[in-house]
């Protein structure tokens, strides 16, 4: 065979042919192979004699409070569980006092939080506490006794809470340092619904009361940058709706209603906290887009959640079938899984994902666990073998033999 001509299709020169064969392998060895998208399985993981009611997830760990009994029973005891991803065990961690409730709870690394109130209409007349429990040493302590003191939120070795000393509508935030056990006020802070707060560690994030601007109060910095301003156009009228902190990034949904032409629909949006950058979000796809599409606005959605990696939501898809997309925004790349039910209250950590679902026929509310995998293009059982060092070896005969060619058609 002539090497310099393609139409020579003898075999006189069987050594060129196999420098040729070696390097249309090594062609095809160096050809980077594509990954296949990410899926999420999924599991149900809460004790079935508890009505679920709301869940979070940080490392090792799922924390969820359930009701033995109806949840809608304000008289129902509620208590407070934890899930080990390590072994599968979960154990009881809180019971309330008789006439309180527990509830509010968050964890992050080895602490968790939660609070504890007198239920409405019971004998118990006593203030609320907020408690911080150690998973290592499997112990709680209150580290805040207070009339009004509730919603704690947890990162690293900060923990926040909102607090009425004066028992006015609106809420200052409280500061509470693990390592000093020192509790001080966050200053210039005023917010209506505590249980929106959202902390990160160097962040928190609030509903300013006077405003109802989104605000992002820096916790190093002590600098206070608006993300969202509420519209006061005769217009237009916006106003947040569900948000999510973590990382880089925050998460929310603004609720919108025009006058000209009338309409409502719901706007999701990234926010970047180091460029303070704002882009829109198509609900269905995760796609960034400069304005919504009919679809886009007819979309229901909620259950905002980000770990400053990946941000999830809640798209609802038809009668008690909801599925939750995740979008990591640095690649753009999404994911999703349809669990078959209402889904609520998603929180995510890395590749783990845990939520509270409820079917819409009846029974009790469930946290379900679910694991984000990856599949390569090449099934693992059909990769090819070969001896260590064997891939330069080829890649470096492919090369010569090339070369070999190539003087030969000169």
């Not at 210039?188 to 006077?210: C, K, P, Q, W």
């Not at 995510?348 to 029974?363: E, F, K, R, T």
């Amino acid at each position: 065979m002539d090497p310099c001509n393609p139409d020579d299709m003898s075999d006189r020169n069987p050594g060129v042919a196999a420098s040729a064969g070696i390097a249309l392998i090594c062609l095809l060895l160096l050809t980077p192979q594509a990954a296949a998208d990410a899926s999420w399985s999924y599991k149900q993981i809460s004790d079935p004699e508890l009505d679920s009611i709301y869940t979070d997830i940080s490392g090792d760990y799922v924390i969820y409070s359930g009701s033995i009994g109806d949840a809608m029973d304000q008289n129902s005891t509620r208590v407070i569980q934890l899930y080990s991803l390590d072994d599968g065990e979960e154990r009881r961690i809180a019971t309330p006092d008789a006439g309180s409730t527990l509830t509010g709870e968050a964890i992050d690394g080895n602490y968790a939080v939660w609070f504890s109130e007198p239920v409405f209409g019971s004998a118990a007349d006593g203030p609320n506490q907020i408690f911080l429990y150690s998973i290592e040493g499997d112990t709680s302590t209150t580290i805040r006794i207070s009339e009004t003191a509730a919603w704690p939120k947890i990162s690293g070795d900060g923990v926040v809470w909102s607090e009425s000393p004066d028992e006015s509508i609106a809420s200052s935030i409280m500061h509470y340092d693990i390592r000093t056990e020192d509790t001080t006020i966050i200053p210039g802070i005023s917010t209506i619904d505590g249980a929106d707060v959202a902390f990160d560690g160097d962040h928190i994030l609030y509903t300013d009361a006077e405003t109802m601007d989104l605000r992002l109060y820096g916790t190093v910095t002590g600098t206070t940058t608006t993300v969202f301003e509420r519209s006061r156009l005769n217009t237009t009228h916006e106003i947040i709706f569900g948000t999510a902190l973590g990382g880089n990034y925050v998460l929310y949904r603004k609720d919108v209603r025009t006058e000209k032409p009338r309409e409502m629909y719901s706007e999701l949006c990234l926010y970047t906290i180091s460029t303070g950058e704002t882009v829109l979000l198509r609900p269905n796809t995760g796609e960034v887009t400069e304005t919504l599409t009919k679809q886009d606005k007819e979309a229901t959605f909620g259950s905002l959640a980000t770990d400053g990696t990946h941000v999830a939501w809640e798209l609802a898809e038809g009668i008690a079938r909801n599925r939750i997309i995740v979008l990591d925004p640095q690649t753009m790349e999404t994911s999703s899984l349809s669990p078959g039910t209402f889904v609520d209250f998603i929180s995510i950590d890395g590749p783990h994902m845990a939520w509270l679902g409820s079917d819409p026929i009846g029974g009790n509310g469930s946290i379900y666990l679910a694991t984000m995998e990856r599949g390569d293009m090449m099934p693992a059982t059909t990769k090819p073998t070969r001896a260590p060092g064997i891939g330069p070896v080829l890649t470096v005969a492919g090369l010569l033999a090339a070369f070999q060619i190539s003087r030969r058609c000169k």
